[in-house]
DNA sequence: TAATCGTATCAGTGATTATTTATATGCTAA
DNA sequence: TTAGCATATAAATAATCACTGATACGATTA
């Protein structure tokens, strides 16, 4: 059961100078996770602290269903967790150095755009 | 052959330690490109040095006009920069710390998949 | 119990996209 | 010019996805 993803043992040290095999389908999926612009606020908006789906919502001006979508997608990346306090429903950061991928993606794009000969 | 790596001192204050605005659009931009298995075998293909499509086609095993399809739009992110010689036409990477971003997020959901609860 | 708040989910829609097959374009040599 | 190779593009399909509006679910309180 629970097929979607694989366990890895990490007895041994990880070639992390290259990519193989199923690595290629789970960094596509965790990019994926960072496609959208709204995912991407929202993740910076609970990296502050874990937040209640209102206050996400409230912060940054979208929808409540949406935010539970996109909560969902995070979610199903195992990029967010979520603890429940009574009728609150408060969700966290689960890897920190998402965000420094992020920055670095940041980074990149930024020199892209300005080295950029046309237009 | 010479690699353009450029050194990079700010010449205006860039704030990197968060994202703002318009930023946050590139980022999902560039991460939508980063978000497909065979585009990121194709980045990894050629971050070997400059090939020219028919080598893609045949390393990679996909058909020509999907890896035309995927360097168009890996073209399109800016991602990669093309050299025609002939009737050959030649991708490269543009900025190789794209690389590191890849390999950030690698490390990120090899640790997420590790430490992940399996119920 | 009912009522209310917080959150999730459902159904539908329009847009995007990965892939295939077929065709077109561009370059070079004969 | 022709033929032939390298690459791009067009057309069609199927799948995915972001978003909205409505509704359902769960927890708390009266």
Redesign the pocket.
């Known amino acids: 059961m629970d097929e979607d993803m694989k366990d890895y043992t990490s007895e041994t040290d990880q070639d992390t100078s290259t990519l193989h095999g199923e690595e290629f389908q789970t960094v596509a999926f965790l990019a994926?996770?960072l496609?959208?612009?709204?995912?991407l606020r929202i993740l910076l908006c609970i990296s502050q602290g874990k937040?209640?789906?209102?206050?996400?919502?409230e912060e940054l001006r979208?929808?409540?269903?949406?935010?539970?979508?996109?909560?969902?997608?995070l979610?199903r990346s195992l990029l967010v967790t979520?603890t429940?306090?009574?009728?609150?429903?408060?969700?966290e950061l689960s890897d920190f150095r998402i965000l420094e991928a992020i920055k670095a993606l940041n980074t990149v794009a930024r020199d892209l755009l300005a080295t950029r000969t046309t237009f």
């Open positions: 994926k996770s496609s959208d612009e709204n995912r937040k209640a789906v209102g206050s996400i919502v979208l929808s409540q269903p949406l935010v539970s979508h996109h909560l969902k997608e979610k979520t429940r306090s009574g009728p609150f429903i408060y969700y």
